[in-house]
Nanobody, 123 residues
């Protein structure tokens, strides 16, 4: 079975940087599109960034210019490098994988999900 495990979430201060990782096992990672989403209590899970199997990328307006999504196919891992963090970035961050390899913006189009990693940014 395909499993995704996020890591790297932490308690940080405004202005700090943080890198999240998503390790994928049990499936052809090289063929997957990968996405990052985030969710706060009582709110919908929102798109942050995505990368296709062939390195096409897309970002939410809130992430573009501050966050960078990447992938290392040798490590079966997708990353989200976050800089200039602020309290508005506080959320549970999820990674997702799509079998078609597409960098979807919609969470409904992804096939597999991790359990999330918490990012908390204090002011």
């Amino acid at each position: 079975q395909v499993h995704l495990v996020e890591s790297g979430g932490d308690l940080v201060q405004t202005g700090d940087s943080l890198r999240l990782a998503c390790l994928v096992s049990g499936g052809p990672f090289n063929e997957f599109g990968m996405g990052w989403f985030r969710q706060t209590p009582g709110s919908e899970r929102l798109f942050v960034a995505a990368i296709s199997w062939n390195n096409r990328t897309d970002y939410a307006d809130s992430a573009r210019g501050r966050f960078t999504i990447s992938r290392d196919n040798n490590a079966n891992t997708a990353y989200l490098q976050m800089t200039s963090l602020g309290p508005e970035d506080t959320a549970l961050y999820f990674c997702a994988a799509d079998k078609s390899g597409t960098h979807w913006k919609s969470r409904s189009l992804y096939n597999y999900w991790g359990q999330g990693t918490q990012v908390t940014v204090t002011s």
